[in-house]
């Protein structure tokens, strides 16, 4: 059971058991059990969520289980949604996210991006360079790397996300072996975001793990845009650890990072869609099955 008080709280708690109560519809060998939400009836400032306990053992999973147990969730979901978002606010940690439904991967990333850099901006005040990344970013290097997903012949469909898979919330079951993952922060979006946490090497599922879950889903068109559209992915989690160490040598640590890699691919993106080149982009070829 989880537990806290206050507003924000209860947003959380009510988007928790939302978002493990879809997930467990789709994997409940592999989620545990949601049952409730609400407010103490002794304390209505202090709301609860409520699920089944397991022991688990704190080590990063099998890295073929584990995809594989996300590679479900994402075939049998995809395409169960027309739009990208979730239905009310989920947070990742205590940051909620802006989930209002939107009909283009595109628009919904940028809107999730902006509320991102808000929160990260009261964190740690503003900063006229990254002011300055940022504008290229909405201007140039989202539109760049997205909308290419959903023109010229190609499409994504949504499908459910955790978005927040790292070692801390995917572990095994201590008396079954079972890989348990847990603490989602749903929504439905492009099935390439939910690779973003891996990239990272603090959250130690990197390369292995993408190749394995490439190997099985494949690799969104236009391909060759792989890396960068992961690195954009990836962008949004720097900002959220920046974010939860407000005025700390440790958010600013991440705040340097995610302007180092924003400057990188506003520089390798300079013109924006207009730098777009279908047949010019190299192609990855999809790991096949064994």
Partial sequence: MKSQSGEVARKMMEGTFHSESLFYEYVPNHVPKPYAW????????????????????????????FVSIIVKVHKASMGQREKYGFDLPTHLANIPNDN????????????????MFRIEEMAHGKDDELDLLKKDLFEKVI????????????????????????????????????????????FWGHNEAELGSWRAPRYKMGPPF????HRVMG??????????????YALRYD???????????????????????????????????????????PSFTPLQED
């Avoid at 002794?42 to 289980?65: G, I, N, Q, W």
């Avoid at 845009?225 to 954009?232: S, T, Y």
């Avoid at 890699?261 to 982009?281: N, S």
Wanted: glycine share 6%; aromatic share 12%; with cysteine.
């Fill in 219 to 232: 690799i969104s068109e236009p391909q060759g845009d792989w890396d960068d559209r992961n690195a954009l």
């Fill in 239 to 281: 900002l959220l650890v920046s974010a939860l160490f407000p005025m700390t040598e440790h958010g600013y640590k991440f705040r340097g990072m995610a302007k180092r890699e924003l400057t990188r691919l506003v520089e390798k993106h300079p013109e924006g869609l207009e730098g777009f080149e279908d047949v010019a982009l």
């Fill in 100 to 115: 209002t439904w939107q009909d283009s991967w595109e628009v919904w990333f940028a809107q999730a991006m902006k509320q």
């Fill in 38 to 65: 609400g407010v103490y009836q002794a304390d209505p400032s202090t709301s609860f969520y409520l699920c089944d306990f397991h022991d688990m053992t704190d080590e990063v999973p099998e890295y073929r289980k």
């Fill in 143 to 186: 539109p760049r790397l997205l909308r290419p997903l959903e023109t010229g012949g190609r499409s994504i469909k949504p499908c459910l996300i955790h978005s927040d898979l790292w070692p801390g919330n995917s572990m095994p079951d201590a008396h079954t072996g079972e890989i348990l993952i847990f603490d989602s922060c749903a």
């Fill in 210 to 213: 993408q190749e394995e879950y």
